[in-house]
């Protein structure tokens, strides 16, 4: 089968389309005839080096990815309900080795939800880690309640056009951070603010938050900081926590958390009810064909996508 293997920690460019072996599935796993999947952040940056690079390079090869979504091929032992044929999605294996950008995948059935029929392979492909980052962050980590104000950060993107559908469903009031392209896409997607970095600084406009679900670093991270509630919650899924923050966060009775999101098969099945009846709604901004994969993760990596990339694979 055809897959991407990284072949050094060049970005983009270490990626390189191989002929490698067909996967099989084992004991509780199915092996996916991939039909599209979906690229994240952590991918490029993988690549470049970086996150979970030091865990994968001993392996041989390297593929990356972590979001699929097909149809069922093979079955091993102890499938459960899965059967061959079936439509499935999820994020595969994640913090370990996805390896996702490949014509086939195996994976572990109590990562895998089926697919609900009113949804395309590219939505459901789309709602995956993004979407499990924001349901383990706001939901299971955050706890958000009717009336809370929640501020998300980089609202327009992958995690962020989510988490703002799932906090509204929770009845929080939501304040949106993003660039001026992307203030009515923010709006549209029931964010009650939305806030133009490029114009204005959020800490000086903002009345107090509950929450705060940040993807943008340490610098927001203190920024935010200063508008966070005595009592309420500091969420980042992009870096750790420096001492200072923990001290000041302390200082100010601020819950921290950083989080990084695990697969899980029953958060995808939360996620995969709420597509199924629109509750939530994956939003794919552009989709590639599986040759030009290394192209679409260029264009992720340049930080202005709405919503998600998807890559697209004829079978």
């Known amino acids: ?37 979906s690229l994240n952040p952590v991918d490029f940056k993988t690549a470049h ?19 699929v979504a097909g149809r069922i091929k093979e079955v091993g032992e102890g499938a459960g309900k899965f059967v061959a044929g079936q439509d499935v999605f999820g994020m595969v294996n994640f913090p370990g080795h996805g390896k996702a950008y490949a014509q086939y995948v195996t994976a572990p059935v109590s990562q895998l939800v089926l697919k609900p029929e009113t949804i395309d392979f590219h939505e459901a492909a789309a709602a995956t880690l993004a979407a499990l980052t924001a349901w383990q962050n706001l939901i299971e980590i955050a706890d958000i309640k009717a009336g809370q104000r929640v501020l998300i950060h980089a609202a327009g993107g992958g995690v962020g056009h989510f988490a703002i559908q799932l906090a509204k469903e929770r009845g929080a009031y939501v304040i ?7 203030q009515d896409f923010i709006r549209e997607l029931g964010a009650d603010e939305a806030i133009n970095y490029e114009e204005v600084d959020f800490e000086d406009i903002l009345s107090p938050v509950d929450v705060v679900l940040d993807s943008l ?18 969420l980042t899924i992009a870096a750790g926590l420096s001492d200072s923050l923990k001290e ?4 100010k009775s601020v819950e921290l958390h950083h989080h990084l999101v695990q697969s899980s ?3 995808m099945e939360e996620i995969a009810s709420r597509l199924a009846d629109d509750r939530l709604k994956a939003h ?27 890559v697209t694979l004829d079978q």
């Open 1 to 37: 089968m055809k897959a991407y293997t990284l072949t050094s920690p060049d970005g983009p460019d270490g990626l390189r389309l191989a002929d490698v072996e067909m996967p099989r599935p084992g004991p509780g796993e199915v092996l996916i005839e991939v039909r599209a999947l």
């Open 49 to 67: 080096g970086k996150a979970l690079y030091g865990s994968l390079r001993e392996e041989d090869p390297i593929i990356l990815g972590w979001d």
């Open 176 to 182: 949106g951070t993003g660039s001026r392209s992307k």
């Open 217 to 234: 670093g340490p610098e927001h991270l203190n920024r935010s900081l200063t508008v966070v509630k005595p009592g309420g919650k500091l």
């Open 248 to 251: 000041r966060a302390e200082f």
């Open 265 to 267: 098969g029953a958060n």
């Open 284 to 310: 794919v901004s552009k989709t590639y064909a599986f040759a030009n994969l290394p192209a679409a993760l260029r264009e992720l990596e340049g930080g202005s996508t709405r919503g998600k990339l998807i």
